[in-house]
């Protein structure tokens, strides 16, 4: 059922989309190194960069499509080396997302990035772990961890990587999939996904954002996800779409990313407000926001001033994001609680009702 939502005139809808609690789910943690916090790293840890400075490095970010980009975003991913290095960027990231209201965060790690540089599993980890648990204790923000496997790589990669990082098991919640999408379809994970599936692990995959709606399918019916991560290919499909719509299977859409990435034309072409109108439990996320020109809050604020969506559509997103997390029921509860107070106190404080 459709929740009622106070009247918020349209001037007042900036202000509200920032200062609405909201959760991120997808957000790969290696997509939020700055430029500035690259080259930084890469002095601290005397690394060459094909790059001569800070403004070279950022007139590369013209990308042309998915690939483009994943092959500047290993290269900038290059300067990690150290626990306090994936400290240093989570908490950069802790700080974005608590400047944006963002009220409990799933963060993406890709640790085949840095294993294959020789950088230790634990080292990715613990660096990680331990910014989520300051930035949880000092900042009041809910934050875990989603261990990525690397599609462009074999299963028995995967396989591999999944036991080595077993022994700090407590500290990731999950698994996803990333990377080139196109001719590495789900089903070539089906294996990893079975074993993380018998450990408890929660699952989601990247599927739909460049490759068709059966990559959506594979990913439902080979590798058993709770949410597609991307997943706006989707409409193509309308079995697909019906059955998105039943299961309520949530869509972490990232619209700065497809945009830079050349998944659309413009924002105003976007299909989210499709896509949320046809029952979608459709999310907004900033995928790699270092990259992509913008946080979360950015997401939100060019989306809806590029295709006219309202109140109403605010408050089912990021009502959205909030049921789609993986935190306990009693915990969603309260941060809509907490959602619905705000609509409130705004409706009252800018006079719309
Ligand atoms: N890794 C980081 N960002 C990604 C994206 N948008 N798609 C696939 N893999 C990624
Ligand atoms: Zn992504």
């Not at 400075?53 to 300067?79: K, N, P, W």
């Not at 006219?308 to 809509?336: C, D, H, P, T």
Request: hydrophobic share 45%; glycine share 6%.
């Amino acid at each position: 059922m459709k929740h009622s939502v106070p009247r918020i005139h349209a001037e007042h809808l900036p202000a509200l989309l920032r200062a609405m609690p909201k959760a991120e789910l997808h957000m790969h943690i290696e997509g939020s190194l700055e430029p500035e916090l690259i080259f930084a790293l890469a002095e601290r840890n005397g690394v060459q960069l094909p790059y001569a400075d800070v403004e070279a490095l950022r007139a590369a970010y013209a990308f042309t499509d998915l690939q483009s980009f994943l092959d500047i975003y290993y290269a900038g991913a290059s300067v990690l080396l150290h626990e306090q290095d994936f400290y240093d960027m989570a908490r950069a990231y802790l700080n974005r997302a608590v400047a944006d209201n963002v009220v409990h965060t799933e963060i993406f790690f890709d640790p085949q990035t840095h294993t294959a540089r020789g950088v230790g599993m634990e080292t990715v980890i613990n660096g990680l772990y331990r910014a989520c648990r300051d930035a949880e204790i000092e900042q009041g923000i809910s934050a875990s961890l989603i261990l990525s496997f690397l599609r462009h790589l074999s299963e028995e990669e995967a396989l591999q990587t999944l036991e080595d990082a077993l022994p700090l098991r407590d500290r990731f919640i999950g698994v996803g999939l990333d990377s080139s999408e196109v001719g590495n379809p789900p089903e070539k994970f089906a294996r990893v996904f079975g074993r993380c599936r018998e450990l408890g692990l929660h699952l989601v995959a990247h599927a739909g954002e460049e490759g068709p709606p059966a990559y959506i399918w594979g990913a439902l019916d080979v590798l058993h996800v709770e949410r597609i991560d991307h997943g706006v290919q989707a409409e193509k499909d309308p079995v697909l779409m019906q059955r998105l719509v039943d299961e309520q299977i949530p869509l972490t859409v990232c619209p700065l990313s497809n945009l830079k990435l050349c998944v659309v034309d413009s924002l105003a072409a976007h299909n989210l407000p499709q896509l949320l109108k046809a029952g979608l439990k459709v999310t907004v996320n900033s995928d790699d926001p270092a990259y992509f020109g913008g946080y979360v809050n950015e997401n939100y604020l060019q989306l809806f001033e590029a295709t006219g969506m309202g109140a109403q559509e605010a408050y089912q997103l990021a009502r959205n994001s909030l049921e789609a997390s993986f935190v306990a029921a009693a915990q969603k509860e309260q941060w809509i609680a907490l959602l619905d107070e705000t609509f409130a106190q705004f409706a009252r404080r800018t006079g719309d009702v």
